[in-house]
């Protein structure tokens, strides 16, 4: 059962990592094995908006789509991924963005399996990997929207 988490400190605001992660109709753009994305229903329930996503993953002849539900806190910051559909036996996934000196601290964390035994062993050493570059992923993202702003900071 795959895990991963990470708590990386970049040079950006709490609230612009927090916007950049939200904005889930760019993924295919710049996240690791994402290919397409599309987002099926979008709701506010008071101060959370909450989407329900296709994401279609794919490497080489492997390409599969799943759908989840994408609770977005922006008064925390924070986003819950809860899984709904697909290959998955059970996907969960979280991010927090805390206020640090010189920008923030991002915090990502997933767990997931897949339901086919043959598709783990397929997918889950590449998938482990992309999920590791994630994080990587997003600051440069944030580098491309924001501007750059120098290295990230340790932690």
């Known amino acids: 059962m ?31 094995l994402c290919d397409s994305l599309s987002v099926i229903s979008c709701e506010q329930k008071g101060p959370e908006t909450v ?10 002849a492997i390409h599969e789509r799943f759908t989840t539900r994408v ?18 036996k059970r996907l969960e996934n979280r991010w927090r963005f805390l206020p640090a000196p ?6 990502f964390y997933i767990d997931y399996e897949f339901r086919s035994i043959a598709l783990g062993l397929l997918m889950g050493a590449l998938f482990d990997a992309a999920f590791r570059r994630f994080a990587e992923a997003f600051e440069a993202r944030a580098r491309v929207v924001y501007g750059a702003k120098g290295p990230a900071l340790p932690v």
């Open 102 to 107: 010189g920008g923030s601290d991002v915090d």
């Open 71 to 88: 609770t977005l806190r922006a008064g925390e910051p924070a986003i819950l991924v809860e899984y709904l559909d697909g290959p998955f």
């Open 2 to 32: 795959p895990q991963f988490s990470t708590r990386r400190r970049v040079p950006f605001s709490a609230q612009q990592m927090f916007d950049l992660v939200a904005d889930v109709e760019q993924y295919p753009q710049f996240l690791p």
């Open 51 to 60: 989407l329900v996503a296709t994401m279609g993953i794919g490497y080489r």
